[in-house]
């Protein structure tokens, strides 16, 4: 049978086309390997599920020995949100038009450019800022690539990274900026937000995330800026943008970079597939000269009334220049950028605060129902979407409540949970939490 | 009883040569225009719980300007956008050379939307199906390739390429051998090789082609020494010409002491005939979206996939997936890179090309490989025969081709991205090049298993007709498009600081105030 993804695999145009070329076999083509880089048998693999009936059948049995957050009551975070996808969302990203194009000219992909244009367009509103970027992979990636533009803009190789990120950025920051550019860790305070710090004119940039990994809103913010600003470096926030409908943009306190995972914005955790970073600044040329990322713009067409667009100041990228241009660009997000657009026009202005609104105040709820059996570390300080809790032993707490069919947090350390509460959670979700939470830990004690 | 038309006759008169495409146009406004103050798109919960006040010191002052619609018009305005987008699923897509734009089966992509409400840090227990699919992806790319690990967890495919270079660095800085500073790569390797290497902290090396088109051995012989950290290459290069001297290259940096390190994006042509680990390379890396048919999805999210030997299997990027005979769990190698990305991949990607994989057996990949060189060969006689299209350096190709238009051009001073412009009114795409033009006035062609030799012959056919409109008509293809969603694009503001409009508000800001 012919392959059905394969239709020159049919024997009869398979001749034809050998006979057009004037070749015996396919065989010929590859007369450039050497007979001995030549596989002389066939690859070990599982045998085809050809029919697509055997293959739904194959997948379903693999995918089906999972118990999602839709199964079970999900307090999960840390960096990837249950936040709710509208239907619109999965709707546009998933048109052919969009999921199957790639790299095509501003001409037959003229709705891929202006779309993304929205999509910076939109960031760029959120966050008070002229300048955002096609997305690049995820927030890491985000973070890494403005501390490396604060690192070139100034000319300058340290940074002061606030310690209350996660360990995992942290690792990726590590990798990203070696080997020469050194990170210089920030303690947190005891109200979980970074004290500030001994500061001078060797640092590059200030790194600061709000809300940072604890949940806390970092509210010393321009504070920071100036401290930066006297020295000559810039103040790199990373803010998740669907805060931004309540919380204050990191332009609004002086930041002269922002940058963040946009999964938030209408894509599903899919097991970690739905991140996209984004990176903003001002208008400043000489920091847009920085960017690795495309950046698209509009442009005049013949035609009166007709946006055109295309690649604002390509002269930067390794497209351009290989190894002389600011880092690399590639294939990175660009659908979930698209997606976030379509997400931030469908909230608007008021849906974005309303959210937002939501969201503190379930927060604030979830804080003060768990308080009443465990430590809710940084009570005073101002949560957006987590908070930590200190427990005698995360593991038991949580293998307790996955027994009852709660994934109740992300294991920070030994003694620390990070638990999430978006606007996809009730109060009824909440009170059930907490009260099995009391519950283990009246029973338990090693709770 | 109708009165009938003058065109009233039957049969239908057949079709002509080339399709009488339009691009969908809309004429559609940007999305900040459609707004009116009070509407919106989608509802959100009320609290449920007592207002937190916020302090004014991170309180937002005035609301963000995002435009305000109904849920109709978000819909209506993101579908006629993607109308103006020329999908693969819509169009002979063989014009972007070096992507491998290949089919993507409809059925993978309920897969993938089946680990929508998976989280990635939910306990191993809860999560055994997709482990398990990890698993498998990995032992199959370790046979496909011939290395001993793979991770999964880059991004993309320059996201996999800088993966391994951390990972060459990282196994130099073990044997305390820092002083490799070092990487060789060739012109016609992707240009993210250079890059990635640059900012990993490396200085770059570039060979040029020898008379043949090939990667100068004897550039590398002098390239070599006691700094040479690795060679990063790509093989088939983009030019189609599939290197035979490549086991030398890799025992050259061998000898010297450096790794070799395989760019496996032009892998679709060599699936189960040729292996890297088979060529003595230490490292390689796949693109899942080009060869293993998961989307484009417009530049992303794609994945990237870093296949090891063992002895460079405990730098991976952690965790990897490991099997105990009953369960899967996750572990992190012992000298990790750390992370390259959030938690363990772009899961629905990996579930797509596992199942894109699963279709096709290895049978199966032996004749995506074999058609793809099938297809490329008989293209190439059909791009060659059109009068002003060359391709350098004989017919000697895999499963793509760099080409030319110079003689084209030399005679009707029309240039290749023009004639690409002009094809799109036909309903295709193409691509010129990387940067430098090495050759000029480039195009890359690389057709895929997923095109018929009916929709090789049709694209080839309007290449033919373009170049000869070229002759007689030259202002007309310098004019294009015309049944584009637009009309001729003029970028030069993109370049100027003063007028750009990188955003809507700078172009309120610039132009509108």
Redesign the interface.
Known sequence: MT?P?????EPG??A???A??G?ES?EE??????A????DR?????????A?SD??R??N????????????L?F?G???Y?H???A?CD??????????????????????F?????Y???????L?M???N??T?????AAGTAL?MACRYTGRSKVLVSAAVAA??L??L???L???VEIVPAPVGDDGQLAVPAFDDSYAAIYLE?PNVYGV??????ELADLAHAQGALLVVGADPIS??????PA??GADIACG?IQSLGM??????G??GYIATH?H?PL?AEFPSR?????????P???????????RT??????E?K??????????G?TA??Y????????????G??I??????AMDALARSVTVLHPDA?HFREFAVEVPSSAAL?DRL?ERGI?GG?PLDDRTVLVCVT?RH??ADIDRLAAEIAEIAATQETL | MNTAEPFAELPVAPKPPLRRFH?ARW??P???EL?RPG??????????????E??E?????E???????A?PH??R??????????????NI?VG?GT?T?????K?N????A??????????E??????L??YW?MER?LA??SGMSRVSLQP?????AI?ANI?MI?AYHAARGETHRDQVITTIFS???N????????FE?I?LMPDADGLPDIEALRAAVGPRTAALMITNPEDTG??N?R??EFVDLVHEAGGLACYDQANAN???????AR??GFDLCHF?L?KTFST????????AGACGVSADLAPFLPGPVVVFDGSAYRLETPERS?????????????I?RAY?W????????????A??A??????LM?KIIAIPGASAPWGT???EQARYSWQELAEETGVHSEEI??RA?DFGV?Y?TS??PYLVPEPFTLEPT?????E?LDEYAAILAHVADEARRDPEMVKGA?YN????????????D?KA????????V?KHLS
Not at chain 1, 42 to 49: I, Q, R, T
Not at chain 2, 39 to 52: I, K, S
Not at chain 2, 194 to 201: M, S, T
Not at chain 2, 337 to 349: D, S
Request: with cysteine; hydrophobic share 40%.
């Open positions: 392959h993804y394969i239709p020159n695999a145009v398979r034809e086309m050998l057009a070329i070749a396919v083509f590859y007369a450039g390997i050497p001995d880089l030549r596989l066939p690859l070990d693999l599982p045998e085809p599920l050809t697509e293959l739904v194959h997948m049995g693999l995918l089906g020995r999972t118990t999602g957050t839709d199964e079970a999900s999960l840390h960096g990837c249950p709710h996808v509208p619109v709707e546009v990203n998933s048109r052919s038009e969009f999921l199957t194009a790639y790299a095509g000219e501003p001409y037959e992909d003229h709705g891929r202006q779309a993304l244009f929205e910076v367009s939109m960031m760029g509103e959120l008070e002229d300048v955002v096609v997305p992979y995820d927030g890491f990636q490396r995992d950025k690792s990726k590590r990798d990203f070696a080997p020469d709000t809103v970092e509210t010393r913010g321009r931004l409908g309540v919380l204050a943009p609004a306190y995972d599903h955790q899919s097991f970690g597939g991140h996209a208008d040329e847009v950046l698209f713009g509009i442009a005049p067409t013949k035609v009334g007709e946006y055109g667009f295309g690649d604002v100041f390509y002269d390794s497209f351009a220049h290989r190894e241009g880092e690399w660009v590639g294939t990175a997000a660009a659908l979930w698209i657009g379509v931030l026009a469908l909230m608007g202005p008021h849906g974005m605060r309303e959210l609104e939501t503190l105040a379930r927060t604030r709820y101002v949580l996955r994934y992300v606007e009730s109060i | 691009q004429d559609e940007m999305i900040f707004s509407r919106r798109g989608v509802a959100v919960p009320e609290p449920g719980a007592p207002r937190v916020l302090p010191s991170v309180r937002r002052a609301p963000p300007k995002l435009p305000e619609l849920q978000v819909v305005h993101y579908l006629r956008l993607s109308q103006e987008n020329l999908g693969n699923d819509l897509d972007q992507c734009m290949k089919y993507s089966p059925v992509d309920r897969f993938a089946a680990v929508a409400e998976l989280h990635p840090l939910q306990h227990d809860t999560v055994q199906g997709v398990e699919i498998r199959m046979e496909i991004a993309s495919g320059s996201a800088y951390a660095r992707h240009p993210s250079a890059a990635c290497a640059k900012v990993a902290g770059v570039t010409i599939f035979p490549i086991r042509g060599i699936l189960g005939i040729t292996r088979d060529a693109n979206h989307p484009h999805s417009c530049g992303g999210p794609a890179i750390g992370k390259v990305r959030p938690f363990l991949g772009v899961t629905q990607n579930v199942a994989i699963m279709s096709l057996g290895a049978e199966g990949l032996r004749q995506v074999e058609t060189a099938l297809n490329n060969n008989y006689r000697r190709r895999i690409g412009v799109a795409h691509w990387h940067h298993e997923s095109y018929s030799m929709d498009p584009q969603s637009v009309h001729k694009i003029d970028p030069s503001p993109l370049d600081p750009w409009a990188p955003t809507w508000r700078a172009y800001r």
